[in-house]
């Protein structure tokens, strides 16, 4: 490992993206077309491979379809776990010894040196640094988000404080995230979520772990377990306790659950285990939303619906029930040929999108850029039954429909879907339009679709996990069928 060669000349990483479960295929798309490389989609669903050179970490960062991303310490495909509790978690231990962690760490350290950039970047931006210093300390948004863990299978995440190594001065809690998951026939669980803290004492601060320009500094680091499988003897508490307790020995690190500079990754599915280091603080999907409504789409997902849908330039694309904007936002900024319509019947609905919009201009005004330009989306409040568009005038609809939990109802939901399902295919263009829905309410979707069999035909399904709650993506395509002109309306 000593070599004299620049930081990241030619340093190769093996990246791991977690994506939207369902979406695995459109991430791999996007890799290959975006950064020239082939993806490998795990088994464990929800997560893509690919190696890139190190010096490509920005462009990795640019992708559209990830959560979180983290450099590969090592893969193995098939870990034979002892079935002895002790003797599992004691090869989980001993393991830590034998990883190759060198390049990995060279990887975080110059992802770490990419983000203090940016934010160097965006502090200048800023009128006042100093009140908003504190904000942009975690690169994009501010300081470091418990990962979104929405998009595993099945989840229940305990935090634990630990710390194996005994010393005289006491700290304040640290430790160890870890999401058990037992596999079920049925991933629709939600899983228990309970807390577990444990007070413990702190250890070595001795250390001088890795050194910034000439001083010693002791890095803080915790230990996320995510585990799924019913084959273990060990719960992902414990296999996140134990291998914490290596990595600090091994380090000199400083366990420290909250307020940690290193979050090493144990992903472990039945026979399949990755240990990983993490490269995002905060899931990516959070990028263009800042007012929140109370469902609001992830944008990995919105951008994996669109993409489903292959909008070409000058593609008229409509979401009639756009709630905080999510899709047509993400829709602007990645094909700006194309001209968005973005509407909800809801007042506030449609004045959270407009605030969203409006945070995207000023994000393009502070790139740098002297002439930002505008972005091709309108927001209308409307009826989505009665859609103030020509008949076939649009190429694509793409919307999260009620599901029917949190908004509406699913009763209201029989008359609602066949409804706007009609009224979608008179503002599509026959032959070539197409839609792309979410919606959770698969037995209502089915039988509304079945009504309207004349105008739309299901061409793809994709099976996403939303929040905990399993859902479709359904691709339409629109039938030459003609639709029936609505004199009336006009």
Known sequence: AGDASPAGAELSALIGATVPTGFEQTAAEEVQEKLGSA?????DRGKIYFAVPARSLPQVHRLRSVDNLFVVVQEFKDYQFNENKEHALKDLED????????????????NNSLKKKKTKRKKHNLQSPVSKE????????????????SGQEDCAQ???GVDPTDSQDTEKLQGVASQNSGEEEDNEQLGVKDEVQVNSRSGSNSGDGQTGEGEAKVLKFRVTCNRAGDKHSFTSNEAARDFGGAVQEHFQWKADMTNFDVEVLLNIHNNEMVVGIALTEESLHRRNITHFGPTTLRSTLA??????????????IVDPMCGTGAIPIEGAAEWPGCYHIAGDNNPQAVKRAANNICSLLRKNENKDSSTA???????????ICNLPLRTGSVDIVVTDMPFGKRIGSKKKNWDLYPACLMEMGRVCTPGTGRAVLLTQDKKCFAKALSRVGHIWRRAQTVWVNVGGLHAAVYLLRRTWERAEERRSFW
């Open 39 to 43: 993806s490998t989609v795990s088994r």
């Open 95 to 110: 393991l830590v010894k034998k990883l190759p962690w060198t390049n990995p760490l060279k990887v975080w350290e110059l």
């Open 134 to 149: 504190k904000l942009n300390d975690g690169g994009e948004e501010g300081g470091a988000d418990q990962k979104d863990t």
């Open 158 to 160: 305990n935090i634990v």
């Open 303 to 316: 951008y994996g619906m669109l993409r489903l849908c292959d909008p070409q330039p000058t593609d008229i």
């Open 373 to 383: 330009p505008g972005v091709p989306l309108d927001i209308i409040q409307w009826d």
